[in-house]
């Protein structure tokens, strides 16, 4: 990833300010905290990452890979959107799919995002 972030830093004018980032296309949540706050610092040497209200920053979640501290660590890093990763509620749909996760799962991310955000 730093390699990819440094090549296409050389294709940009990395003095414009970045008011939008998303992290998904799978579940970031699974990398760890340590590797989350790498990747942010490494995008931050190559991009102008903005902390103001212009910051649109979203990621996608995984309720099963997603504790109310990594939803406070994600928030310092700058995120400001959720994208919930919930296929569906009913669990044999979730069994189906093999994506088994019960509705407080969820919601206990839900209230932790509310939480962080209404600091």
């Known amino acids: 990833m730093k390699r990819e972030l440094a090549m296409q830093a050389a294709l940009f004018d990395t003095a414009r300010p970045v008011t939008q980032l998303h992290w998904g296309g ?6 760890s905290h340590g590797e989350m706050c790498e990747l942010m610092a490494a995008t931050a040497d190559h991009f102008a990452i903005v902390s103001d209200e212009r910051a649109k920053y979203s990621i996608e979640i995984a309720p099963r890979e997603a504790s109310a501290d990594t939803i406070a660590l994600l928030r310092e890093l700058g995120f400001n959107r ?28 839900l209230h932790a995002a509310r939480t962080v955000s209404s600091r």
């Open 26 to 31: 799978g579940t970031p949540t699974f990398l």
């Open 82 to 109: 959720l994208s919930l990763g919930v296929q569906d509620c009913d669990e044999r749909v979730q069994r189906a799919v093999n994506l088994v996760q019960p509705r407080a799962m969820t919601e206990a991310v």
